[in-house]
């Protein structure tokens, strides 16, 4: 079943206020509607669903928003004049948001796929006389 606009406009109100009155009478509901019956708005299915589904959206937009971000960040990171371990915690940050962590990250003998990704990690640590421990 299709929404009408007022419908539509009260679960868009409702997802950045959370206020049912407020909503409904930012749809264009009569304050009367609004005060004694925007709570049956809310459990109709249809605008259940609506409003289901534009969390959905609103939260799946600001994950890849934030994610976008982060990944800036840390790319900033590895990139500037940040000490040798914020820098490698930013770049196994940057592997593991892509998912090659364990495809990538060897034991440092060279023998694994990706083990060189490894050493470069150790030669970084052992430049400032660091363990070559994780």
Do not use: H, W
């Not at 962590?101 to 440092?108: H, Q, T």
């Amino acid at each position: 079943m299709a929404l009408t606009p007022m419908q539509e406009k009260f679960c868009i109100s409702y997802i950045a206020s959370r206020d049912v009155k407020a909503a409904a009478k930012e749809a264009g509901y009569s304050d009367k509607y609004a005060s004694k019956k925007a709570y049956l708005l809310l459990k109709s299915d249809p605008i259940k669903g609506r409003i289901l589904e534009l969390e959905q959206d609103f939260f799946s937009n600001r994950f890849a928003t934030l994610a976008i971000a982060s990944i800036g960040v840390l790319e900033e990171i590895i990139l500037e004049n940040y000490d040798d371990r914020t820098r490698l915690a930013a770049i196994k940050e940057v592997f593991k948001f892509y998912g090659l962590e364990n495809k990538l990250l060897g034991d440092g003998s060279g023998e694994e796929e990706g083990g060189i990704v490894n050493i470069v990690f150790n030669e970084v640590k052992s430049r400032k006389g660091e363990s070559n421990e994780q």
